[in-house]
């Protein structure tokens, strides 16, 4: 489990830490280094999903090559549009386990949409792959 601390000293900004890592957030960005607590949700939400498929494909064997993930805040929760990249041959399987997370809480209180895509890699995009 993880712990994260928010500071308020006075103004518009708050300062969350985690790991000895500190973010800026206001209620709205200030400028390009300052999120808001509607990003960082987003971006939490996101990456749980992301590696929570990555994680059971690697368990699973089935290789990823690429994995991409928008996330934004709408009426209260947050809608993730997730593009996988596997090789020929395991892109249904890919497709099922994405689907199967993407039917699970996401380990937030909000309003989680997830939309999956998952694709075959290209013949150049598997020369580069065996290549890494």
């Known amino acids: 489990m993880s712990t994260v ?14 790991h000895g890592d500190v973010v800026r957030v206001a209620p709205r960005p200030l400028d390009a280094s300052c999120w808001d607590p509607e990003e960082l949700l987003a971006a ?11 994680d ?35 892109e249904p399987a890919l497709r099922d386990l994405a689907q199967a997370h993407a039917k699970q809480p996401l380990g937030t209180p909000a309003d989680v949409r997830v939309r999956v895509h998952t694709a075959e890699a290209t013949a150049t995009r598997r020369a580069t792959a065996s290549l890494v």
């Not at 601390?5 to 985690?18: D, K, P």
């Open 5 to 18: 601390s928010i500071r308020w000293r006075g103004g518009a900004l708050a300062f969350a830490s985690a």
């Open 44 to 54: 939490a939400s996101a990456a749980s999903f992301v590696l929570a498929v990555v």
């Open 56 to 90: 059971e494909a690697e368990q699973r064997d089935v290789p990823l090559l690429d994995a991409v993930a928008k996330a934004a805040t709408r009426a209260g929760g947050v809608h993730i549009d997730a593009s996988f990249e596997t090789l020929p041959g395991f």
